[in-house]
């Protein structure tokens, strides 16, 4: 397919660069380099899941998962009372 291309001089000189290293021709080089900037997007849209591994978080002996908002509930009690002796 013959096209014509607007290329931006920061890229134009990424092209350079690339066709010094290389020692392609221009044609090839820009081929190469919409290759893999295509293959590129194409893998970004494929991300993996996202998965939640869960682990054991278990209590340490005497503390009463039931209650855990008690020591919460004590701390609000006396911080109101400080203010309020004030």
Known sequence: M???LTIEP?????LRRR???TKLPLKQT???ALRLGLAQI???????KFRVEP????F????????MNQLAD??????ALDKLSR
């Open 30 to 32: 820009i081929n190469e």
């Open 10 to 14: 920061d890229v134009a000189e990424k």
């Open 60 to 67: 340490f002996p005497g503390i009463d998962h039931d209650r």
């Open 74 to 79: 004590e701390l609000e009690a006396e911080s």
């Open 55 to 58: 682990h054991a978080s278990g």
């Open 2 to 4: 013959r096209t014509t």
């Open 19 to 21: 066709m010094a290293q």
């Open 42 to 48: 194409n893998q970004s849209k494929r991300s993996r």
